[in-house]
């Protein structure tokens, strides 16, 4: 079995990216993506682990999109850290970043909590790696939250109080720069966008066309029947079914590496399926 959605301390996972493959060798895993978000920063180290321990790593990202003004993630496969088109629009996204952690802390202080971007940026162990889950975890520490949950349902989320928006692409764009760059786009957890029935056959069959080699049926938190539902609507646009756990360690609680809440098996033709998509 493979798991191609993992996150690590390089975005807002709590596990080093050398973690991950040692994770997924002791899942029984052949192979693991480290998909940070808008950022390939961890993939050389993850790669020199994979090496150590005898599991395959496949360098991918996971970015930030926006479809008819929902947000929309993407996965990115078989790109790694050098120069490409992608590579570039992740730098100028991980600006953006700053731009808008930067905004957020003013937003917290000006509602009266008073929170550094130092402190923050301590907390994420480096200034690229920053995310709202950080920025959740100072909020509890400091009592303005019960849990990291509770922080985005309270302070963080969309339409609440402290909440600042950041960039996004249109999904079509990120699969063009992924293909120029040598690599294939898969739509994250579908059901997240939040499209309904008819919503998401339409966004599916558009992607397809924008050339998305696969959407993420096998997702580690979808039950059975989603999954199946999933795979059905992949295979009806000739696009893979793929899958993966979306550890991101303690952040999200329960989750594995390569079994997700346990029930998740993501075989391993999936990956020859994807790579067979490559240009």
Not at 98 to 105: E, F, M, Q
Not at 129 to 143: F, I, K, M, N, W
Not at 216 to 227: K, Q, V
């Amino acid at each position: 079995m493979i798991d191609l959605h993992t996150h690590s301390t390089c975005s807002d996972g709590t596990d080093p990216p050398r973690r991950i493959p040692e994770l997924a060798v002791a899942a029984g895993c052949s192979a693991v993506a480290l998909t940070d978000h808008d950022t390939l920063a961890g993939l050389d180290e993850a790669a020199r682990r994979a090496a150590e321990v005898g599991v395959r790593l496949v360098p991918g990202g996971e970015v930030s999109c926006a479809y008819r003004g929902r947000s929309a993630h993407v996965l990115v496969y078989f790109v790694d850290g050098g120069d490409g088109p992608l590579q570039e629009e992740l730098v100028r996204l991980r600006e953006d970043r700053r731009t808008r952690n930067l905004r957020l802390v003013e937003r917290l202080q000006e509602l009266g909590m008073p929170v550094t971007y130092e402190e923050i940026v301590a907390e994420a162990a480096g200034e690229e790696s920053v995310g709202r889950p950080h920025v959740a975890t100072v909020l509890v520490r400091h009592g303005f939250a019960e849990s990291i949950p509770d922080a985005f349902d309270r302070w963080l989320a969309s339409g609440r109080p402290a909440h600042v928006p950041k960039a996004r692409v249109a999904p079509a764009e990120i699969a063009d720069r992924a293909r120029a760059s040598g690599g294939v786009a898969v739509l994250a957890h579908p059901l997240s966008m939040e499209l309904g029935p008819s919503g998401l056959e339409e966004a599916v069959a558009e992607l397809s066309a924008a050339g998305f080699a696969g959407i993420e049926a096998i997702y580690g938190r979808y039950s059975p029947h989603d999954r199946a539902m999933l795979a059905r609507l992949a295979q009806r646009h000739g696009l893979v079914a793929t899958g993966g756990s979306d550890y991101h360690g303690t952040v999200k609680a329960g989750l594995s590496v390569g079994t997700g809440e346990g029930d998740l098996r993501v075989p391993d033709h999936v990956l020859d399926e994807l790579e067979a998509r490559r240009p």
